[in-house]
């Protein structure tokens, strides 16, 4: 990630648009006043989102909101569509289907849009399908709540802003857990991240931190020293020995290159 990226924050749903707003204010105070992207592309209907998050901005001082949506691949080369994103500080991508995301904007004139706001120091920020489409391979279905079967995972290239790591989204309350480890047991190369509603990680640079409510998990599958991947059937249940698990909340850090959490300091 180039140094003078922009920051993204990735959102596990839910968040809150009524009380506190921390992470909406997270995201207002990175615009600095600037024009903001509301793009509900995940939404096969996408009625009402906009209007929730204008009015929760604006309670914010963020009143220079704009919607993007587009029904196919050739609405992302439409003037309109492309003068929408000209000038803007950031763009929110919210829920849906994250495979609409990559399907309708993947290698497009919009992504190529959204790419260079980020390159140059905007804000991307992204909820529940959104926040999983920020990363270069994105989970897109698999049972929830029950241990990892070898076959019941589905994954696909997502817009890749960051590398190196698979995010799941309404973690804890859907109980993503068995699913996150089977991502990471296919390729353990990658920092699997489950993020909880109303919780978010802001990513500047190597580093993250947590805002909201919840928990983050890390799961860290390079220590693994045994899985049954590769051998098992698909029907049975997941085994793998040797990950590793961190467990951050508000105002924690990680460091991805390191793979180390840092705890919030207790004074501030």
Avoid: W
């Amino acid at each position: 990630m180039a140094s003078c990226a922009g920051p993204l924050i990735v959102i596990g749903g839910h968040e809150d648009k009524e009380g506190d707003k921390a992470i909406l204010q997270e995201v207002a105070a990175r615009l600095d006043g600037g024009k903001l992207v509301i793009a509900t592309v995940a939404s096969h209907e996408p009625e009402g989102y906009f209007d929730a998050y204008q009015k929760a901005f604006a309670a914010l001082g963020v009143t220079d909101l704009v919607e993007l949506y587009v029904n196919d691949r050739d609405e992302t080369r439409s003037p309109k569509n492309l003068d929408l994103l000209r000038d803007a500080a950031g763009i929110f991508f919210t829920g849906g289907d994250q495979l609409r995301i990559s399907s309708q904007i993947g290698d497009t004139p919009i992504e190529e849009m959204v790419r260079a706001i980020h390159d140059s120091g905007g804000v991307v920020a992204g909820t529940s399908a959104g926040a999983s489409v920020m990363s270069e391979t994105m989970l897109v279905r698999g049972s929830s709540a029950e241990s990892h079967r070898i076959g019941d995972l589905h994954m696909a290239p997502g817009l890749g802003l960051i590398r190196d790591v698979i995010i799941d989204q309404h973690f804890a309350e859907r109980g993503r857990i068995g699913r996150l480890l089977g991502g990471v047991a296919q390729n353990p190369r990658v920092l699997g991240i489950g993020i909880d509603e109303d919780t978010a990680i802001v990513i500047d640079g190597d580093t993250f931190k947590v805002v909201g409510a919840g928990a983050v998990y890390v799961v860290d599958g390079s220590t693994v020293s045994h899985s049954n991947i590769a051998e098992a059937g698909r029907q049975e249940a997941l085994s793998m020995f040797g990950v590793s698990l961190h467990v951050l909340s508000s105002g924690d850090q990680f460091k991805l290159s390191s793979r180390r959490p840092c705890a919030r300091d207790p004074s501030t």
